[in-house]
């Protein structure tokens, strides 16, 4: 038994009879392709986990990429807690809120909008502005050595319109392309830095430390998933160069590429209620945030499992 918490009116014991009693299932969500996204019922995280849960979303998000899971009214601990079975935790060095203005603990990556006493940050906020970039189709942490394997994210105020998450599969993306690229693509390296992500939206007044801190990392253009054996396109909005290309043509190649896999067969939108958590593999996807009204509050969290 592992997770199980107690809360008012019932032992340990009770609430290990419920989880057990709850029953897992896996339902597809997207409208065509038939093994990407899923929505997981049978599963209440506020009351704790098996070890036999564990077991099932991890086949379930081997063969799935993403899966959702409502109803998840979990807290920061709770929830990292449930992802630290997934592998090594990463923790939230990516972003630039000054130490002093975090909101958060490094556990976690805070994906939202607001600043430390939760109002909501002014429109031309640096942090704010930075945050934009996850609006780019973009890999957790592939600027970073050790790229991310699996997010977490849940919702804890979402605001009344806008604010969808995408999803693309990067397995179709690699089924579909055709032979002459695959062969392209084959042994190409690509480097990868939130400075390259950041400066495409015309933000680029990084700090010396960021500057140093953001040097870019070597990635594969390919992945072998290693529990399924499935191929994917390793692409990201971090992309800046190819080993070895000029610049340009570096740039307009991986434009062309996220171009195909981001076409809207292979895309999951996924609108939000508070309380939803979804986990996604980013060996295998892409995702992006989609526009909201920023005078509202949006409140979401990431743990993050890196790839190490
Ligand atoms: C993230 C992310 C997108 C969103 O949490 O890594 O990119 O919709 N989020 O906020
Ligand atoms: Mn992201």
Do not use: C
């Given at each position: 038994m592992i997770g199980v918490i107690n809360i008012a009116g019932y032992t340990a014991y009770t609430l290990t009879i419920m989880i057990k009693?709850?029953?897992?299932?896996?339902k597809p969500l997207h409208r065509t392709l038939s093994d990407f996204a899923a929505q997981v019922t049978g599963v209440d995280l506020s009351r704790g986990f098996t070890a036999d849960i564990v077991e099932k979303v991890q086949s379930a998000i081997d063969q799935y990429g993403v899966l959702v899971f409502r109803d998840q009214h979990i807290d920061d601990d709770q929830q990292y807690r449930f992802s630290e079975h997934f592998g090594t935790m990463e923790q939230a060095t990516g972003d630039v809120i000054p130490r002093g203005d975090r909101?958060?603990?490094?556990?976690?990556?805070?994906?939202s909008n607001l600043d430390k006493n939760g109002n909501v940050l002014e429109r031309d906020d640096r942090t704010r502005l930075f945050g934009l970039g996850n609006m780019l189709w973009h890999s957790d942490s592939s600027f970073k050595t050790i790229p991310a394997r699996y997010s977490l994210l849940?919702?804890?105020?979402?605001?009344?319109?806008?604010?969808?998450?995408?999803?693309?599969?990067?397995?179709?993306?690699?089924?579909?392309?055709?032979?002459?690229?695959?062969?392209e693509c084959q042994s190409l390296v690509c480097q990868h830095s939130q400075l390259y992500s950041r400066s495409s939206l015309g933000f680029d007044d990084f700090t010396e430390s960021e500057r140093i801190a953001w040097q870019p990392v070597v990635q594969p253009l390919i992945r072998t998933h290693p529990?399924?054996?499935?191929?994917s396109l390793f692409l990201s909005a971090h992309i800046g160069a190819i080993e070895g290309w000029p610049v340009p043509e570096a740039r307009m190649f991986i434009r062309?590429?996220?171009?195909?896999?981001?076409?809207?067969?292979?895309?999951?939108?996924?609108?939000?209620?508070?309380?939803?958590?979804?986990?996604?593999?980013?060996?295998?996807?892409?995702?992006?945030?989609?526009?909201?009204?920023?005078?509202?509050?949006?409140?979401?969290r990431r743990t993050t499992v890196s790839d190490g």
């Open positions: 009693i709850m029953k897992l299932s896996v909101r958060l603990s490094m556990n976690v990556n805070d994906i849940s919702a804890r105020v979402i605001p009344d319109t806008g604010g969808n998450t995408e999803f693309a599969d990067m397995r179709a993306a690699w089924d579909t392309l055709d032979k002459s690229l695959k062969r529990n399924t054996g499935r191929r062309d590429l996220t171009e195909h896999a981001t076409q809207r067969q292979f895309v999951y939108a996924h609108q939000w209620k508070k309380w939803d958590l979804l986990m996604w593999d980013n060996r295998v996807t892409m995702h992006r945030a989609r526009r909201y009204d920023h005078a509202q509050p949006r409140d979401l």
